[in-house]
């Protein structure tokens, strides 16, 4: 296995392992390159959909998916091409849905328990544009004074995804049922991960206020927060192919995808890892291949 990391602090392009079928070798190197890099490349691996679930069941039970948009419970459905095989405008429902997007954020920070890992599947990519990009927020934690670091870990942050898909539109795509699901949670702004110990910064697009404060200074305060802990060196951006997978570490990383020519089409397959602890989100189904 090669593992060629992509800055200094994270991210890596990790090639030469059959993700298939890993070695029990392997597949505790690439556990540990996951909770050391939070990002993970796999550069034109071209699995197919059993592939994908496979690979995914491996980290740990699955999400229920939120958009009645999918045509299964583990895949989240991240494509401008309708049910009849047309381009969605920008416009439209599925336009404006996948608009949220482009805002940095981590996966279902709106559940109780938010997802641990996102495994992203590139089907179809555009000509150009379309990057993904990741931010590692363990490093901007890292590079807070001390004085932040204390100020902001008495923090607690509401995550509301009515309010944050509220804020772009395309909230049609779930249905009522799945909004009553969806309350309002709480979780800190500042975390330690469960596996590595590190601290970090949870937060995106997510936060609708923070608890105890003016509602517009806590915006204000997470917006300032958002743009200065996404900067380089802590950000790089994944160039897609088709074939390609991308996992990261939804506890430690914020991501956005960015914009394309609206007219082509752009299929991207997301399964995602559960968080751990008392997930009514979980799929039951384990596979122990
Ligand atoms: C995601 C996501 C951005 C993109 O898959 O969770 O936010 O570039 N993707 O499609
Ligand atoms: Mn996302």
């Excluded at 395309?170 to 949670?185: I, M, N, R, Y």
Aim: proline share 4%; hydrophobic share 35%.
């Amino acid at each position: 296995m090669q593992i060629v990391p992509m800055t200094a602090s994270f991210g890596a392009k990790v090639t030469d392992i059959d993700l298939r079928a890993p070695a029990s070798e392997e597949w505790h190197q690439l556990e540990d390159a996951f909770l050391h890099f939070a990002v993970l490349i796999f550069p034109r691996v071209d699995f197919s959909e059993d592939d994908h679930l496979g690979f995914a069941r491996r980290w740990g039970p699955l999400e229920r998916t939120l958009s009645k948009r999918t045509d299964r419970a583990e895949i989240s459905l991240l494509s401008n091409v309708t049910r009849d095989d047309e381009v969605a405008g920008p416009d439209d429902t599925i336009g404006l849905y996948l608009k949220g997007n482009r805002a940095w954020h981590t996966d279902s920070s709106f559940k109780k328990e938010g997802a641990m890992a996102s495994i992203l599947r590139a089907v179809e990519v555009p000509s150009s544009g379309g990057d993904t990009e990741f931010a590692d927020m363990r490093a901007a934690y890292d590079a807070l004074d001390e004085a932040e670091r204390r100020d902001l870990s008495k923090l607690e942050a509401v995550h509301s995804y009515a309010y944050s898909q509220g804020l772009v539109g395309g909230t049609e795509l779930l249905d009522s049922k799945e909004w009553d699901d969806l309350p309002p949670v709480t979780h800190p702004v500042v975390r330690q991960h469960p596996r590595t110990g590190r601290k970090n910064l949870y937060i995106g697009r997510h936060i609708s206020h923070i608890v105890d404060m003016d509602e517009e200074d806590g915006r204000r305060l997470v917006a300032g927060l958002v743009d200065r802990a996404c900067r380089s060196p802590r950000t790089f951006r994944h160039r897609w192919s088709a074939g390609d997978i991308v996992m990261w570490d939804n506890r430690c990383v914020l991501h956005r995808g960015h914009e394309w020519p609206f007219d082509q089409r752009r299929v991207m397959r997301r399964a995602t890892v559960a968080g751990q602890g008392d997930n009514p989100w979980a799929l039951e189904e384990v596979s122990h291949a």
